[in-house]
């Protein structure tokens, strides 16, 4: 393990591009479970697709009750010590960006600029408007629903959704752009706290290693990537970045 630890804090110091993947893994010591873990918040219902919450409005009452349902835990999350240790890559001038597919908005709320995140799967604190595209904070969304208004309306008409993607509904493909040119382009791709079961998300690691990239996983369980990575490291998020940036510390 120290070896791998090592190994990693070399290249993320010597690397000119090192771009980090993140997963609900990432977020876990937070107190949000994954996606996979039996019983959380997020395994409890069948979601609703994207279809049925534009046709019907029932769909769109049950959508944002669940929603409702979630947000004090949401907002009681706080970023842990796997962000933290990612701000302070950033901070030493060692970070290119963080692709992520949580929606949690932990990477911004530990201190990375907004433009050195890249939403694959959007953020739940914002609210956007299916018509006119308007975005609302998720406490203004909260406060209506918590005042009787069960599926709430933009101004304009259109249907407020969390600026999500749920099933069924298009990537944002700028996002979707934006890290795939980061993964094309790094040096050092590092997997955290992810299965890389999610397209296509989980082609960013693929399209690092085609374009020579040094490819890294640190992740508790099993991943399809797990025989072509360079370093494995099966082992909890903040302890393991924690020490990496520690034995960077020794290095520059
Ligand atoms: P996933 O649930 O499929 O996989 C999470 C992985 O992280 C698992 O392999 C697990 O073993 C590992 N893990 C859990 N805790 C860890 C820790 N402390 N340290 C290291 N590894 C740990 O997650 P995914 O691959 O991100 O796919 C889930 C999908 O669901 C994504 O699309 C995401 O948008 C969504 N989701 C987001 C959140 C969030 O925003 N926090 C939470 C749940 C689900």
Same mark, same amino acid.
């Given at each position: 393990m120290n070896e791998k630890i090592s190994l990693i804090a070399q290249r993320i110091s010597e690397g000119d591009e090192n771009v980090v993947f993140t997963g609900a893994g990432i977020s876990t010591e937070s107190g949000i479970p994954d996606y996979r873990s039996k019983g959380g918040i997020w395994d409890k219902f069948r979601p609703v697709y994207f279809d049925e919450f534009m046709s019907s409005k029932n769909s769109r009452i049950e959508y944002w009750r669940r929603k409702a349902e979630l947000y004090h835990d949401l907002m009681k999350a706080k970023p842990n010590s796997a962000h933290r240790s990612l701000v302070r890559l950033y901070e030493m001038g060692l970070l290119e960006a963080v692709i992520t597919q949580n929606i949690d908005g932990l990477h911004q709320e530990s201190g990375l600029p907004d433009e050195k995140v890249v939403e694959l799967h959007g953020n739940t604190r914002r609210v956007r408007c299916m018509s006119c595209g308007k975005i609302i904070s998720i406490h203004e969304a909260q406060n209506r629903i918590e005042a009787g208004d069960l599926a709430p309306e933009c101004g304009c008409g259109?249907? %407020?959704?969390?600026?999500t993607v749920s099933?069924?509904?298009?990537?944002?493909?700028?996002?979707?752009?934006? @890290?795939?040119?980061?993964?094309?382009?790094?040096?050092?791709? %590092?997997?955290?706290?992810?299965?890389?079961?999610?397209?296509? @998300? @989980? %082609?960013?690691?693929?399209? @690092?290693?085609?374009?020579?990239?040094?490819?890294?996983?640190?992740?508790?369980?099993?991943?399809?990537?797990?025989?072509?990575?360079?370093?494995?490291?099966?082992?909890?998020?903040?302890?393991?970045?924690?020490?990496?940036?520690?034995?960077?510390?020794? %290095?520059?």
């Open positions: 259109g249907y %407020l959704k969390s600026d099933f069924g509904q298009s990537m944002p493909e700028d996002e979707v752009q934006k @890290a795939k040119e980061l993964s094309q382009n790094c040096d050092f791709f %590092l997997v955290v706290g992810s299965t890389l079961l999610v397209q296509p @998300a @989980a %082609l960013m690691p693929y399209y @690092a290693k085609q374009s020579g990239a040094f490819l890294a996983i640190i992740n508790l369980s099993e991943t399809p990537y797990d025989e072509m990575c360079d370093v494995l490291i099966r082992g909890k998020a903040g302890e393991v970045l924690t020490e990496i940036v520690n034995e960077i510390r020794g %290095l520059i």
